[in-house]
């Protein structure tokens, strides 16, 4: 069962469409339980990086997501969820993350005028490593950007793919089970649902 | 490599059809929404746009069911706008399947929903529509209601005050050119350039391959909108990626 925990903020339809359009069972689940008996376990948001993570403490599912993690079981975040991953961000104040990745989640300040905030459209996934989330891409695959916040100092051993927009930004991360992407792989087409297929197929 | 000019076609909904006009009358029947939004998902759209101009409760319904159907089957980002007065309509607009969601004239009428909506749901999510036309004197004047009523509010400066409320998006459209196909209003898309740090996408006027270059190249937008264009299959997505591609524009291939 793919499991995408579903904490209250913003449509997950989305995902879980994108999700069943590569594997039949899916679930929305804001139960601990269920969270436990993930075989893959999906962390999405959107909006606010403080909102999302304070709706996931206070429905108490830190605790079942970091046992499942635990257990080796794959889990992949994606936007804010990716964000989340990191130890910290300083959006609209200060914030503890899940901290199961080194980095924290920072302003986007590009210097060249010409590039807007928020970053908003396809931009080139380019791998810097090789990850089973990037079997069967294309070398130049886009995929749909909306954030105005980054992860940084992220390990380079963690650094699967970067973006360009103004310096390289991470656009997939990975550790062990551990997945993060930055990008919306429900919103990018053909791209988008062939990453979520290979995440879908991990062991 | 850097990010991508994004292609955008923009269905008016009336009442569950696409329809077409020209200035904002002379409504044209051009389609069903779902039949045409597949097309464009396959043809290699960046985004899509619907704009519900029914005005009717009952109209509204339809509207989110053409969301809802849509968003089901098609994996690319869509816009919805048109008649969002408050949070709540927003946000069932959001929970309908709608990745983002256009704001006109109730932002002009309270700012403050601005920054309420980019606070609840996140900016990336909140588009500012702004119908514009040009002054006799120079500049743009806001009008609302579909483009019926001149609001004596300047264009440029409601623009940075959107972006200053929070907006993540502007979507703004030159009623001068609106379905004439006669080009985009590239001054006015370099005014709002240089003005302001939001993406913006280019929008009313678009009827040949060199408008949308232009607005693109000339204008600096971020992304072009257009509707009769394309509905009438004077050109595809792919022929005007292809043309982009070729005058030295990034564009998403597919």
Not at chain 1, 77 to 99: A, K
Not at chain 1, 127 to 142: E, Q, T
Not at chain 2, 144 to 156: M, Q, S, V, W
């Amino acid at each position: 069962m793919i499991t995408i925990i579903d904490y209250g903020i913003g449509n997950l339809r989305s995902i879980e469409r994108a999700f069943q359009h590569v594997r039949p069972d899916v679930v929305r689940t804001d139960d601990p339980d269920l969270i436990r008996a993930a075989d893959h376990l999906v962390l999405p948001g959107v909006g606010a990086f403080g909102a999302c993570i304070q709706e996931v403490r206070q429905r108490g599912l830190e605790q079942p997501i970091m046992e499942t993690v635990a257990r080796q079981v794959p889990f992949i975040g994606i936007c804010v969820g990716m964000q989340m991953l990191f130890e910290s961000s300083s959006e609209q104040g200060m914030h503890t993350g899940l901290g199961l990745l080194k980095g924290s989640i920072k302003e986007l300040r590009p210097s060249d005028p010409s590039l807007k905030i928020p970053h908003m459209g396809w931009n080139v996934v380019s791998p810097v490593k090789h990850n089973p989330l990037l079997s069967g891409l294309p070398a130049d695959a886009r995929c749909y950007f909306a954030h105005s916040f980054y992860a940084s100092d992220v390990s380079p051993d963690n650094l699967v793919a970067v973006t360009d927009y103004g310096h390289p930004l991470p656009a997939i991360v990975a550790h062990n089970n551990i997945y993060g992407v930055q990008f919306h792989p429900e919103k990018s087409h053909d791209v988008g649902l062939r990453i979520l297929a290979n995440f879908a197929t991990l062991a | 490599m850097s990010i991508a000019k994004r292609i955008i076609p923009c269905l008016d909904v009336d009442r569950g059809r696409v329809v077409k006009g020209i200035q904002f009358v002379n409504l044209v029947d051009a389609g069903d929404p779902l039949e045409q939004a597949h097309v464009y998902n396959s043809e290699g759209a960046d985004e899509l746009v619907f704009l519900d101009i029914t005005a009717t409760h009952e109209g509204r319904g339809i509207m989110h069911d053409v969301v809802r159907q849509t968003a089901e089957q098609i994996f690319i980002p869509l816009t919805v706008g048109g008649g969002i007065r408050t949070l709540e309509d927003m946000w069932q607009m959001l929970h309908a399947g709608a990745d983002k969601v256009a704001v006109n004239s109730a932002a002009i009428k309270n700012p403050g929903l601005i920054s309420e909506c980019a606070g609840a749901f996140g900016a990336q999510c909140v588009v500012i529509a702004i119908d514009m036309k040009r002054r006799t004197e120079g500049g743009w004047e806001i009008y609302t209601h579909g483009g019926r009523r001149p609001t004596g509010i300047d264009g440029l400066e409601w623009a940075k005050e959107a972006e200053e409320r929070g907006a993540g998006e502007l979507l703004v459209t030159s009623m001068d050119r609106d379905g004439t196909q006669i080009g985009y209003d590239l001054e006015l898309l370099q005014a709002l350039d240089e003005l302001v740090q939001l993406p913006v996408i280019a929008s009313g006027g678009a009827g040949t391959l060199e408008h949308l270059r232009d607005a693109l190249l000339i204008g600096r937008a971020h992304a072009v909108l257009a509707a009769s264009m394309f509905h009438f299959k004077q050109v595809t997505i792919n022929q005007a990626k292809q043309f982009l591609h070729n005058a030295g524009i990034t564009v998403r291939m597919t």
